[in-house]
């Protein structure tokens, strides 16, 4: 194995955010297509929020089992062996967990919400490497202007609002509306960087 495959990483992701970032900071990596439904790997992710379980244990919970998941796979496949990094993100409005968007009503729904009031988006990220894991978690703040009804159903016309989590982008057409954040603009996004480096140096990783 050279030098250079030993600081590569599986990003087990398709968001084109989350690749963006790593390419950001110089990361070497490839894109792990976990599938939805796997034969090799019954213990698939599920993302329904327990019982009175917290935001922050929610996060935690679905991006340690994304890992498990997407090592499972890996180690199922004749291919390299690398660590593998997972995320998930969430919104979290006065206690109540915003997800992705089934439609437009609950779009709609969503940036009503939002509207006027400051919010929490968690991302929890984690690696894992043959008996290796660890995990982050990060929060920040996020306040939205008074949207009308008009502005959010200009918005919702769009593509953008029904693959992410509370139904926005920071980094696209919402950003528009937000007054203020406080914490991390990657982790909004859905990879902190900050965290995710600390990790990846923990796992052996060589930051540029």
Known sequence: MSHSDTQMIYLASKSPRRQELLNQ????????DVPAQDTANSDMVDETVLTNENAADYVNRLSRNKADCAWQFLISRDVAKYPVLTADTTVVLDNLI??????????CEMMKRLSGKT??????????NDEFFSQALQTSCVTFA??????????????E??????GYGIQGLAGKFIKHIEGSYSGIMGLPLYETSELLK????AIP
């Open 161 to 166: 609002p029904y693959d992410k989590a509370g």
């Open 25 to 32: 900071i110089g990361i070497q990596f490839t894109v792990l």
């Open 146 to 159: 008074e949207l009308t009804s008009e502005m959010i159903e200009a918005y919702i016309d769009t593509s």
């Open 98 to 107: 915003l997800g992705k968007p089934q439609d437009r009503e609950e779009a």
């Open 202 to 205: 923990k796992a052996g990783i």
């Open 119 to 128: 919010h929490q988006v968690l991302t929890s990220v984690a690696i894992k």
